[in-house]
């Protein structure tokens, strides 16, 4: 499944299937972009960072694409499980190092 | 152990009320922040504190105060509340490298105000 992170909020999976959550961001001179989860009642836990210099980065069973050209960047989650189910939001910083983060996307896993 | 730490969980109170809301970090780092979370879930940063000093301060009124007494501890003043001013509360903190906020934030569980 795919969302189109602002204008799809809500990105509904089944389980084992992979996910993908995506991210537009404006300013182009950020540099430095996170993916957060946040579980419902809990705050925003990391999940995987990139810097501008990359354009790809794997963790377990998550991958972070960094598109600089179109200012995009997106979240895979490979087997997406139950425990999966939050809302991701990814976060951008600049120079200036304010942190800004996106509108977020609800990713719900279905059994 | 509990990182980021804040209390109370959950503030109801009534418009025009003086509260604050305690935040505290045993990670050691030396930036620590306060977010607001809305009701649509979008994430706002307020402040930020590095070494005592505010790096970041966002246009928020001015009845919010950051004060920190020590670099473990961040807390959120506010007085005269508001009904705009229900939402949910983040602190978080990191390690900031070379000036840049490189590192990754981690976040309490969030204080829920509601201004009744």
């Known amino acids: 499944g795919e969302s189109v992170g602002l204008h799809l909020p809500t990105l509904s999976v089944q389980e084992g299937d992979n996910s993908i959550i995506n991210c537009a961001y404006s300013?182009?001179?950020?540099?430095?972009f996170i993916w957060y989860k946040q579980e419902s009642g809990k705050g925003p836990q990391f999940i995987i960072d990139?810097?501008?210099?990359?354009d790809k980065r794997q963790g377990q069973r998550v991958t972070v694409l960094l598109n600089k050209t179109v200012k995009h960047l997106s979240l895979q989650i490979a087997a997406t499980q139950p425990g999966d189910s939050a809302v991701y939001f990814c976060a951008e910083t600049s120079h200036n190092n304010d942190m800004r983060f996106g509108a977020g996307t609800r990713l719900t896993v279905k059994p | 152990d509990t990182a980021v730490s804040q209390t109370p969980k959950y503030l109801v109170t009534q418009m025009g009320n003086d509260k604050s809301i305690k935040c505290e970090q045993n990670l050691g780092h030396d930036t620590m922040y306060w977010y607001k979370q809305d009701s649509k879930k979008f994430l706002k940063i307020m402040f930020s504190y590095n070494n005592k000093e505010l790096i970041i301060n966002e246009t928020v009124p001015n009845r919010f105060s950051p004060k920190s007494p020590d670099k473990a501890h961040l807390n959120l003043h506010i007085n005269s509340l508001e009904l705009g001013d229900s939402a949910v509360y983040f602190c978080?903190?990191?390690?900031?490298?070379?000036?840049?906020?490189?590192?990754?934030?981690?976040f309490g569980p969030g204080t829920r105000l509601t201004v009744l």
């Open positions: 978080a903190s990191s390690q900031v490298g070379s000036g840049r906020i490189y590192h990754e934030q981690f």
């Open positions: 990139i810097r501008s210099n990359m």
């Open positions: 300013n182009s001179a950020s540099d430095y």
